[in-house]
């Protein structure tokens, strides 16, 4: 962690990138856990803590990603999940 938490924040926010393409690898489960337990501390509009995550691996990611893939229509695909 760096010295100066402000620092640390500042460079989290100025360094951010959006990334709109995923490698099929599998993230590990620990780190899945791990990213979760810190994400569950974060503050919520209202204190309404809105979170409900559900976590999918396997076959039954490939059949959730096909099927919204299909409800988005045809003109959205991901490499991902073919």
Same mark, same amino acid.
């Given at each position: 962690?760096?010295?100066?938490?402000?620092?640390?924040?500042?460079?989290?926010? @100025?360094?951010?990138?959006?990334?709109?393409?995923?490698?099929?690898?599998?993230?590990?489960?620990?780190?899945?856990?791990?990213?979760?337990?810190?994400?569950?501390?974060?503050?919520?509009?209202?204190?309404?803590?809105?979170?409900?995550?559900?976590?999918?691996?396997?076959?039954?990611?490939?059949?959730?990603?096909?099927?919204?893939?299909?409800?988005?229509?045809? @003109?959205?695909?991901?490499?991902? @999940?073919?």
């Amino acid at each position: 962690m760096a010295e100066d938490p402000a620092a640390a924040v500042e460079e989290a926010i @100025t360094s951010r990138r959006s990334v709109r393409a995923f490698l099929p690898d599998a993230v590990p489960r620990a780190t899945v856990e791990r990213l979760l337990a810190v994400a569950s501390r974060s503050p919520s509009g209202s204190n309404i803590q809105p979170w409900k995550v559900r976590v999918l691996a396997g076959e039954p990611r490939t059949r959730l990603a096909r099927t919204s893939r299909s409800a988005a229509g045809s @003109t959205w695909a991901c490499s991902w @999940t073919r």
